[in-house]
């Protein structure tokens, strides 16, 4: 079992930079994998990036690609995405993933784990 926790979500402007953490409780090892999705009003889930726990291969969707970077902490547990050039589209629900594979999945239905969210708007 493992709970994760976002934060770090807020209100920035348009070219404006956010970071947001995931505090995973208790262990995660070196099979796992770490992921970060959005979801805006009426939208499905989208992938945005995901991390191995291990090696820190790294997978963007493109809509972020060179915007966005994920890192993870092994000794703190924690994953982290740091948000530059944001865009208003960038605005949704942003969530933390896990699963227990290091694979770069981008399907929501692949990962086991999930953070309650923490919102990212951004202003025109």
């Known amino acids: 079992q493992v709970q994760l926790v976002e934060s770090g979500g807020g209100l920035v402007q348009a070219g404006g930079s956010l970071r947001l953490s995931c505090a995973a409780s208790g262990r995660t090892f070196s099979s796992y994998t770490m992921a970060w999705f959005r979801q805006a009003p009426g939208k499905e889930r989208e992938f945005v990036a995901a991390?191995?726990?291990?090696?820190?291969?790294?997978n963007y969707a493109d809509s972020v690609k060179g915007r966005f970077t994920i890192t993870r902490d092994k000794a703190k547990n924690t994953v982290s995405l740091e948000m530059n050039s944001l865009k208003p589209e960038d605005t949704a629900v942003y969530f933390c993933?896990?699963?227990?594979?290091?694979?770069?999945?981008?399907?929501?239905?692949?990962?086991?784990?999930w953070g309650q969210g923490t919102q990212v708007t951004v202003s025109s």
């Open positions: 993933a896990a699963r227990g594979q290091m694979i770069l999945a981008q399907a929501p239905s692949a990962y086991t784990y």
């Open positions: 991390i191995t726990w291990s090696a820190g291969t790294t």
